[in-house]
């Protein structure tokens, strides 16, 4: 299985704080990909980076790729109260992504 | 754009009781998922389908667990019969030529199902 494995499993941060939460793989990928799920909603994709990239930058959202150590990370600045979410990585494998159990984010006002 | 239209969003059955979820995907995607998301295990993958083709059910439970996609603009998936430990949020998603190529899943809001 190539499924990711985050850390921490929760986070709670002061508004305006950075968040970072770490995910783990298992096998070689092509892409990883992050998504974010707020409660009692679906998940939305929030970037995909490459196994030939190194970080990528979206908005307040920085992804960094270790392809050596199979691991990324997601870092979220200056958070908001709406960063309040579960924050997943998944890895594809073929067609298919598998998830991880994801970090769940609370930005206290 | 509409993106994943799923139905119902709630459900509280019984045990015994068929149950069965739909799902519309989003119109020119070809690929179609449906996952199944408890507090235990996490997202699970249930079913692929591509070309309304099923292509990977492993993730199929038990033969208490079906699905169809008739055509491009539709899905479901059906319990019969629902035990208690079915309860858990089933998500569809759809996607333009599967998560290893371009990579991006569209997920609807998913269907909460309860069976007492």
């Known amino acids: 299985s190539q499924q990711g494995e985050e850390d921490p499993q929760a986070l709670s941060i002061q508004e305006g704080e950075n968040a970072t939460m770490n995910c783990s793989y298992k096998t070689s990928i092509n892409n990883l990909q992050w998504y974010r799920q707020n409660s009692g909603r679906g998940l939305v994709h929030l970037i995909l980076?490459?196994?030939?990239?190194r970080e990528k930058h979206s908005g307040r959202l920085r992804v960094t790729l270790d392809t050596s150590k199979k691991s990324s990370s997601l870092l979220i600045t200056a958070s908001r109260a709406a960063d309040t979410a579960s924050y997943f990585c998944a890895t594809p494998n073929d067609y298919k992504l598998s998830f991880g159990a994801g970090t769940t984010v609370t930005v206290r006002a | 754009d509409a993106g994943v239209i799923q139905s119902p969003r709630h459900e509280v059955t019984e045990m015994g009781q068929e149950v069965t979820l739909r799902c519309k995907p989003i119109s020119g995607h070809n690929s179609l998922f449906w996952y199944r998301q408890t507090m235990m295990r996490g997202l699970e993958l249930l079913i692929y389908?591509?070309?309304?083709?099923?292509?990977?059910d492993s993730g199929m439970p038990e033969d208490r667990f079906s699905a169809k996609m008739p055509n491009a603009s539709f899905s479901t998936l059906k319990i019969q019969p629902s035990e208690p430990r079915d309860s858990a949020v089933y998500f569809c998603?759809?996607?333009?030529?599967?998560?290893?190529?371009?990579?991006?899943?569209?997920f609807g809001e998913g269907s909460r199902l309860t069976v007492l």
């Open positions: 998603a759809s996607s333009f030529g599967g998560a290893g190529l371009n990579g991006e899943l569209f």
């Open positions: 980076i490459r196994s030939n990239e």
């Open positions: 389908f591509n070309n309304n083709v099923p292509i990977d």
